[in-house]
Protein backbone atom coordinates (compact mmCIF):
# COMPACT_ATOMS: atom_id res chain seq x y z
CA UNK A 1 0.00 0.00 0.00
CA UNK A 2 1.20 3.16 -1.12
CA UNK A 3 2.22 5.99 1.84
CA UNK A 4 -0.45 8.62 2.78
CA UNK A 5 0.39 11.73 0.88
CA UNK A 6 -0.83 14.71 3.31
CA UNK A 7 -0.17 18.53 3.32
CA UNK A 8 1.13 20.65 5.97
CA UNK A 9 -0.63 23.12 7.10
CA UNK A 10 1.73 25.81 8.50
CA UNK A 11 1.43 28.13 5.23
CA UNK A 12 -1.98 27.83 4.94
CA UNK A 13 -2.80 28.55 8.96
CA UNK A 14 -5.32 31.50 7.64
CA UNK A 15 -7.74 28.68 6.90
CA UNK A 16 -9.75 27.21 9.37
CA UNK A 17 -10.05 23.67 9.79
CA UNK A 18 -13.35 23.07 7.86
CA UNK A 19 -12.16 24.92 5.11
CA UNK A 20 -8.22 23.00 5.06
CA UNK A 21 -10.00 19.89 4.95
CA UNK A 22 -12.32 20.75 2.01
CA UNK A 23 -9.52 22.60 0.29
CA UNK A 24 -7.42 19.25 0.92
CA UNK A 25 -9.53 16.66 -0.30
CA UNK A 26 -10.52 19.11 -3.46
CA UNK A 27 -6.87 18.75 -4.56
CA UNK A 28 -6.37 15.55 -4.01
CA UNK A 29 -4.41 15.16 0.01
CA UNK A 30 -5.68 11.91 2.37
CA UNK A 31 -4.61 13.95 5.40
CA UNK A 32 -3.35 16.81 7.34
CA UNK A 33 -0.18 17.66 9.29
CA UNK A 34 -1.73 20.23 11.05
CA UNK A 35 0.19 23.17 12.18
CA UNK A 36 -0.61 24.30 16.01
CA UNK A 37 -0.48 28.20 14.67
CA UNK A 38 -3.02 27.14 12.50
CA UNK A 39 -5.79 24.85 12.77
CA UNK A 40 -5.26 23.43 16.07
CA UNK A 41 -5.27 24.70 20.16
CA UNK A 42 -2.72 22.24 21.19
CA UNK A 43 -3.67 22.96 24.65
CA UNK A 44 -7.59 22.30 24.25
CA UNK A 45 -6.84 19.54 22.72
CA UNK A 46 -4.75 18.12 25.56
CA UNK A 47 -7.93 18.80 27.92
CA UNK A 48 -11.13 18.74 26.10
CA UNK A 49 -12.54 15.26 24.86
CA UNK A 50 -15.21 17.17 23.15
CA UNK A 51 -12.79 19.48 21.53
CA UNK A 52 -10.73 16.58 20.28
CA UNK A 53 -13.68 14.61 18.94
CA UNK A 54 -14.66 17.69 17.13
CA UNK A 55 -10.82 17.35 15.34
CA UNK A 56 -11.88 14.09 14.35
CA UNK A 57 -15.20 14.43 12.83
CA UNK A 58 -13.52 17.29 11.12
CA UNK A 59 -11.45 15.50 9.44
CA UNK A 60 -13.93 12.23 9.19
CA UNK A 61 -16.72 14.48 7.38
CA UNK A 62 -13.54 14.62 4.49
CA UNK A 63 -11.94 10.96 4.89
CA UNK A 64 -8.68 12.31 6.04
CA UNK A 65 -5.99 11.45 8.43
CA UNK A 66 -3.91 13.32 10.63
CA UNK A 67 0.03 11.34 11.30
CA UNK A 68 1.39 14.67 12.62
CA UNK A 69 1.25 17.53 14.49
CA UNK A 70 3.91 20.84 13.67
CA UNK A 71 4.80 22.71 16.50
CA UNK A 72 7.87 24.16 14.76
CA UNK A 73 7.31 27.64 15.97
CA UNK A 74 7.10 27.32 19.67
CA UNK A 75 9.44 24.70 19.70
CA UNK A 76 11.92 27.38 18.59
CA UNK A 77 10.79 29.62 21.44
CA UNK A 78 12.65 26.93 23.74
CA UNK A 79 15.75 27.07 21.97
CA UNK A 80 16.20 30.81 20.69
CA UNK A 81 14.60 32.68 23.58
CA UNK A 82 17.57 33.32 25.40
CA UNK A 83 17.35 36.52 27.79
CA UNK A 84 20.91 38.14 27.23
CA UNK A 85 20.93 37.62 23.70
CA UNK A 86 17.19 38.31 22.74
CA UNK A 87 15.77 37.89 19.74
CA UNK A 88 12.77 40.24 19.13
CA UNK A 89 11.87 38.29 15.92
CA UNK A 90 10.03 35.39 18.21
CA UNK A 91 7.78 38.00 19.00
CA UNK A 92 5.80 37.09 15.94
CA UNK A 93 5.69 33.09 17.07
CA UNK A 94 4.52 33.71 20.90
CA UNK A 95 1.66 35.80 22.14
CA UNK A 96 1.53 39.51 21.52
CA UNK A 97 1.01 40.02 25.04
CA UNK A 98 4.81 38.09 25.52
CA UNK A 99 6.56 40.34 22.97
CA UNK A 100 9.99 41.24 24.54
CA UNK A 101 9.70 39.08 27.54
CA UNK A 102 12.44 36.35 26.42
CA UNK A 103 11.75 33.75 29.69
CA UNK A 104 8.18 34.08 29.40
CA UNK A 105 7.85 33.29 25.48
CA UNK A 106 10.44 30.30 26.19
CA UNK A 107 8.15 28.96 29.11
CA UNK A 108 5.48 29.30 26.66
CA UNK A 109 7.12 27.54 24.40
CA UNK A 110 7.82 24.84 26.79
CA UNK A 111 4.38 24.32 27.79
CA UNK A 112 2.55 24.61 24.24
CA UNK A 113 5.18 21.64 23.24
CA UNK A 114 4.13 19.51 26.25
CA UNK A 115 0.80 20.36 25.82
CA UNK A 116 1.04 19.16 22.14
CA UNK A 117 2.19 15.36 23.70
CA UNK A 118 -0.72 15.11 25.35
CA UNK A 119 -2.85 16.57 22.34
CA UNK A 120 -1.62 14.42 19.42
CA UNK A 121 -1.99 10.99 22.19
CA UNK A 122 -5.63 11.95 22.40
CA UNK A 123 -5.64 12.37 18.66
CA UNK A 124 -3.70 9.26 17.93
CA UNK A 125 -1.33 10.92 16.71
CA UNK A 126 2.27 9.70 16.78
CA UNK A 127 4.60 11.90 15.67
CA UNK A 128 4.97 15.78 16.32
CA UNK A 129 7.16 17.73 13.44
CA UNK A 130 9.00 20.55 15.35
CA UNK A 131 12.20 23.05 15.74
CA UNK A 132 14.03 23.05 18.89
CA UNK A 133 15.84 26.51 18.36
CA UNK A 134 19.81 27.49 18.59
CA UNK A 135 21.45 28.81 21.11
CA UNK A 136 24.63 29.05 18.94
CA UNK A 137 23.00 29.38 15.34
CA UNK A 138 24.85 32.87 14.93
CA UNK A 139 27.90 31.79 15.80
CA UNK A 140 28.13 29.32 12.69
CA UNK A 141 30.67 31.04 10.81
CA UNK A 142 33.61 31.40 13.42
CA UNK A 143 34.38 34.76 13.43
CA UNK A 144 34.48 36.13 15.92
CA UNK A 145 36.53 33.17 16.88
CA UNK A 146 34.69 30.37 18.31
CA UNK A 147 35.82 27.72 20.58
CA UNK A 148 34.49 24.23 20.96
CA UNK A 149 33.72 24.99 24.72
CA UNK A 150 31.32 27.28 23.54
CA UNK A 151 29.77 24.98 20.85
CA UNK A 152 29.81 22.18 23.50
CA UNK A 153 27.85 24.49 25.53
CA UNK A 154 25.19 25.12 23.04
CA UNK A 155 24.24 21.18 22.54
CA UNK A 156 24.37 21.23 26.57
CA UNK A 157 21.92 23.84 26.75
CA UNK A 158 19.85 22.31 24.31
CA UNK A 159 19.83 18.67 26.22
CA UNK A 160 18.81 20.60 29.28
CA UNK A 161 16.31 22.22 27.90
CA UNK A 162 14.48 19.30 26.07
CA UNK A 163 15.36 16.35 28.25
CA UNK A 164 11.78 17.26 30.74
CA UNK A 165 9.87 18.13 27.42
CA UNK A 166 11.22 14.74 25.92
CA UNK A 167 9.83 13.13 29.05
CA UNK A 168 6.64 14.03 28.49
CA UNK A 169 6.58 12.65 25.16
CA UNK A 170 7.70 9.64 26.55
CA UNK A 171 4.85 9.62 29.22
CA UNK A 172 2.38 9.72 26.11
CA UNK A 173 3.43 7.33 23.76
CA UNK A 174 4.66 10.22 21.05
CA UNK A 175 7.66 10.94 19.13
CA UNK A 176 9.44 14.22 17.99
CA UNK A 177 10.95 14.51 14.38
CA UNK A 178 13.44 17.10 14.08
CA UNK A 179 13.02 19.14 10.59
CA UNK A 180 17.14 19.73 10.05
CA UNK A 181 16.94 23.41 9.13
CA UNK A 182 19.24 26.48 9.20
CA UNK A 183 18.97 28.30 12.90
CA UNK A 184 18.46 24.85 14.40
CA UNK A 185 21.05 22.72 16.47
CA UNK A 186 20.69 20.27 13.94
CA UNK A 187 20.97 22.09 10.54
CA UNK A 188 23.24 19.58 8.17
CA UNK A 189 24.90 16.26 8.10
CA UNK A 190 27.93 16.58 11.14
CA UNK A 191 25.20 19.03 13.48
CA UNK A 192 22.91 16.46 13.33
CA UNK A 193 24.85 13.22 13.99
CA UNK A 194 26.75 15.44 17.10
CA UNK A 195 23.10 16.31 17.88
CA UNK A 196 22.11 12.72 18.31
CA UNK A 197 25.28 11.68 20.23
CA UNK A 198 24.02 14.71 22.69
CA UNK A 199 21.04 13.10 23.43
CA UNK A 200 22.83 9.47 23.28
CA UNK A 201 20.50 8.26 20.48
CA UNK A 202 17.55 8.85 22.62
CA UNK A 203 14.48 7.27 20.72
CA UNK A 204 12.16 9.69 21.43
CA UNK A 205 14.40 12.07 19.19
CA UNK A 206 14.27 11.35 15.45
CA UNK A 207 13.97 13.44 11.65
CA UNK A 208 11.26 15.47 10.04
CA UNK A 209 13.30 14.47 6.57
CA UNK A 210 13.09 17.60 4.68
CA UNK A 211 15.34 17.49 1.40
CA UNK A 212 15.23 21.08 1.05
CA UNK A 213 17.25 22.28 3.55
CA UNK A 214 19.70 20.01 2.55
CA UNK A 215 20.35 20.52 -1.29
CA UNK A 216 21.31 24.12 -1.44
CA UNK A 217 23.96 23.72 1.40
CA UNK A 218 25.96 20.85 -1.16
CA UNK A 219 24.52 17.69 0.58
CA UNK A 220 23.12 14.71 -1.07
CA UNK A 221 19.62 14.21 1.08
CA UNK A 222 19.11 10.59 -0.40
CA UNK A 223 22.72 9.62 1.95
CA UNK A 224 21.77 12.00 4.84
CA UNK A 225 18.16 9.75 4.25
CA UNK A 226 20.15 6.49 4.14
CA UNK A 227 22.62 7.31 6.79
CA UNK A 228 19.83 8.30 9.44
CA UNK A 229 17.16 5.28 8.19
CA UNK A 230 16.44 4.65 11.77
CA UNK A 231 15.79 7.94 12.97
CA UNK A 232 13.21 8.87 9.89
CA UNK A 233 9.86 9.75 11.42
CA UNK A 234 9.03 11.85 9.19
CA UNK A 235 9.08 13.23 5.38
CA UNK A 236 8.31 16.63 4.39
CA UNK A 237 8.35 16.63 0.40
CA UNK A 238 9.32 19.92 -0.52
CA UNK A 239 11.47 21.15 -3.33
CA UNK A 240 14.62 23.62 -4.07
CA UNK A 241 16.00 25.12 -7.05
CA UNK A 242 19.40 26.37 -7.12
CA UNK A 243 20.29 29.88 -9.16
CA UNK A 244 23.79 29.85 -8.68
CA UNK A 245 24.77 32.08 -11.76
CA UNK A 246 27.91 33.62 -10.64
CA UNK A 247 26.42 36.71 -9.13
CA UNK A 248 24.04 34.39 -6.50
CA UNK A 249 25.05 33.32 -3.33
CA UNK A 250 23.88 30.43 -1.37
CA UNK A 251 23.82 33.11 1.90
CA UNK A 252 20.82 34.81 -0.04
CA UNK A 253 22.05 38.54 0.16
CA UNK A 254 18.98 39.32 2.77
CA UNK A 255 17.11 39.10 -0.30
CA UNK A 256 13.32 38.01 -0.02
CA UNK A 257 12.16 34.43 -1.12
CA UNK A 258 10.96 34.46 -4.49
CA UNK A 259 13.69 36.78 -5.88
CA UNK A 260 15.66 35.32 -8.78
CA UNK A 261 18.60 37.57 -7.27
CA UNK A 262 18.99 34.29 -4.74
CA UNK A 263 21.08 31.41 -5.02
CA UNK A 264 18.23 29.60 -4.36
CA UNK A 265 14.67 29.59 -4.10
CA UNK A 266 12.07 27.09 -2.27
CA UNK A 267 9.94 25.93 -5.14
CA UNK A 268 6.98 23.59 -5.66
CA UNK A 269 7.75 19.70 -5.77
CA UNK A 270 8.96 19.05 -9.17
CA UNK A 271 10.06 22.39 -10.22
CA UNK A 272 13.23 22.27 -8.69
CA UNK A 273 16.68 20.29 -8.24
CA UNK A 274 15.91 17.42 -5.78
CA UNK A 275 16.28 13.81 -6.79
CA UNK A 276 12.68 12.76 -5.75
CA UNK A 277 13.20 9.29 -7.77
CA UNK A 278 16.22 8.57 -5.55
CA UNK A 279 14.83 9.78 -2.18
CA UNK A 280 11.93 7.53 -3.40
CA UNK A 281 14.15 4.38 -3.55
CA UNK A 282 15.90 5.01 -0.28
CA UNK A 283 12.84 5.03 1.83
CA UNK A 284 11.52 2.02 -0.01
CA UNK A 285 15.12 0.39 1.23
CA UNK A 286 14.57 1.66 4.92
CA UNK A 287 11.12 0.22 4.88
CA UNK A 288 9.52 3.96 5.79
CA UNK A 289 5.94 3.58 4.83
CA UNK A 290 4.53 6.64 6.97
CA UNK A 291 3.37 9.58 5.14
CA UNK A 292 4.69 12.00 2.38
CA UNK A 293 3.50 15.20 3.92
CA UNK A 294 4.05 18.05 1.17
CA UNK A 295 5.00 21.06 2.57
CA UNK A 296 4.33 23.95 -0.30
CA UNK A 297 6.39 26.92 -0.40
CA UNK A 298 6.22 28.56 -3.74
CA UNK A 299 6.75 32.48 -4.28
CA UNK A 300 6.18 31.91 -7.71
CA UNK A 301 3.17 29.89 -8.06
CA UNK A 302 -0.38 30.42 -7.12
CA UNK A 303 -0.71 28.47 -4.05
CA UNK A 304 -4.18 25.96 -5.21
CA UNK A 305 -2.68 25.27 -8.64
CA UNK A 306 0.72 24.73 -6.87
CA UNK A 307 -0.62 22.76 -4.02
CA UNK A 308 -3.12 20.48 -6.62
CA UNK A 309 0.30 19.73 -8.80
CA UNK A 310 2.51 19.08 -6.15
CA UNK A 311 -0.01 16.38 -4.79
CA UNK A 312 -0.20 14.93 -8.13
CA UNK A 313 3.09 14.85 -8.68
CA UNK A 314 3.77 13.23 -5.17
CA UNK A 315 1.43 10.39 -6.25
CA UNK A 316 2.95 9.62 -9.47
CA UNK A 317 6.63 9.59 -7.85
CA UNK A 318 4.92 7.13 -4.11
CA UNK A 319 5.65 3.57 -5.67
CA UNK A 320 6.43 0.97 -3.53
CA UNK A 321 9.45 -1.47 -3.99
CA UNK A 322 8.47 -4.54 -6.06
CA UNK A 323 7.88 -7.79 -4.52
CA UNK A 324 9.90 -9.93 -7.14
CA UNK A 325 13.28 -9.46 -8.65
CA UNK A 326 13.32 -8.25 -12.15
CA UNK A 327 15.56 -11.09 -13.06
CA UNK A 328 13.50 -14.02 -11.56
CA UNK A 329 12.13 -15.03 -15.25
CA UNK A 330 15.32 -15.63 -16.31
CA UNK A 331 15.35 -19.17 -14.44
CA UNK A 332 14.88 -21.90 -16.87
CA UNK A 333 13.32 -24.37 -14.15
Known amino acids: MARPVTIFTGQWADLPLE ?42 RYDLGCWAIGMHLPGQCVGDADPDAYDSRLDNFAPSSLAGKPEEIRAWGIHQMECAAK ?75 KLLEVFDYRPTLGINFDPSHLIWQGLDPAMFLYDFADRIYHVHIKDTKLNLNGRNGILGSHITFGDQRRGWNFVSPGHGDVDFDNIIRVLNQIGYN ?17 GTEA ?23
Open 19 to 60: EMCKTAKQMGYEGLEIASWGQIDVERAAEDAAYVQELKDTLA
Open 119 to 193: AAHNLGVKVVTFFMGSPIWKMWYSFPQTSQEQIDAGYARIKELWSPIMDVYDQYGVRLALEVHPTEIAYDYWSTK
Open 290 to 306: GPLSIEWEDSGMERIFG
Open 311 to 333: CAFTKKINFMPSDVAFDDALKTD
